[in-house]
């Protein structure tokens, strides 16, 4: 990714907002793992303190806990993980909460990132919402994918392909894309009011916009590309001999290539 396109969101929309759109992102990241962390915590407790009885059983025996000692590691392990979930899901209510009132300050509904024009996302996270959104399509998830059309302003006309991919970060086909759905989001803002998003959604799509800083950028582009990957298998089947590949016209076969090359080189790399 070019300097140019790092600095694109910074241009076109105010850094105070831009800030908060990412906190808010950031937010939402960490509290996605809120509870493969406490699980690992009240794990972590429970096999020390099961240590604990043991090595303590020959000194003290056992008396002093009675017929409780098994259950004192997997007690304790059970509250340090239910302590620390709660006390992270409360902090994540309260600063939710700042972050939401902060940008309700200057106009931005933070239920609704893209009802207001797309300046505050990459165009590599773009091409993964949009990428998501077509895989929903060839899994005939509608009701998943309608949440993008009314969130972004898809739609399946989009002269945007995945499977192979045809559009890349920081070209002119893809600001050509970025005003194609910030024009339909702004004919529907009268009419139709896109729908509340938050924690789920970031979790299941990474709906919010995100710094694309260069660690996010290789997360970014590793999931667009294996959604193009699966679609390419899904179409065209496994490997470049298969009939169905050799039918395809030639520049479909080039873009195949690409992608999957790209794939191997952010998979696994030499």
């Known amino acids: 990714m070019s300097d140019e396109e790092r600095e694109r969101p910074r241009k076109a929309a105010d850094a105070g907002s831009l800030d908060l759109w990412y906190?808010?992102?950031?937010?939402y990241s960490r509290a996605a793992s809120t509870r493969g962390r406490s699980a690992r915590l009240g794990f972590t407790v429970t096999?020390?303190?099961?240590?604990l009885v043991?090595?303590?059983?020959?000194?003290?025996?056992?008396?002093?806990?009675?017929?409780?000692?098994?259950?004192?590691?997997?007690f304790l392990g059970l509250a340090t993980g239910l302590g620390m979930y709660f006390s992270e899901r409360t902090e994540l209510r309260r600063r939710e909460a700042s972050l939401v009132a902060a940008l309700g300050e200057r106009g931005l509904d933070a239920r609704r990132p893209g009802s207001r024009g797309l300046d505050a996302y990459y165009d590599a996270q773009l091409i993964l919402?949009?990428?998501?959104?077509?895989?929903?399509?060839?899994?005939?998830?509608?009701?998943?994918a309608r949440l993008f059309e009314d969130s972004?302003?898809?739609?399946?006309?989009?002269?945007?392909e995945t499977g192979p991919l045809n559009v890349r970060p920081d070209?002119?086909?893809?600001?050509?894309?970025?005003?194609?759905?910030?024009?339909?989001?702004?004919?529907?803002?009268?009419?139709?009011?896109?729908?509340?998003?938050?924690l789920r959604e970031d979790v299941a799509y990474r709906f919010y916009p995100r710094e694309m800083t260069v660690g996010t950028e290789r997360v970014v582009r590793e999931a667009y590309i294996l959604i193009s990957k699966r679609l390419i298998e899904l179409r065209y089947g496994k490997g470049l001999t298969k009939q169905r590949f050799h039918e395809a016209p030639e520049s479909v076969r080039r873009r195949i290539r690409r992608d999957l090359a790209e794939y191997e080189a952010l998979f696994h790399p030499k």
Do not use: H, Q
């Open 54 to 74: 043991l090595l303590s059983a020959p000194l003290f025996g056992t008396g002093w806990a009675g017929p409780f000692a098994p259950l004192i590691p997997v």
């Open 23 to 27: 906190r808010l992102a950031g937010l």
């Open 129 to 144: 919402l949009r990428s998501e959104y077509e895989y929903l399509l060839e899994r005939d998830a509608g009701r998943s």
């Open 47 to 51: 096999l020390v303190a099961g240590a």
């Open 171 to 198: 070209t002119e086909r893809m600001a050509e894309l970025r005003r194609r759905w910030e024009r339909r989001m702004e004919m529907r803002r009268g009419t139709r009011e896109a729908p509340s998003v938050g």
């Open 152 to 160: 972004f302003g898809f739609t399946p006309e989009d002269p945007f």
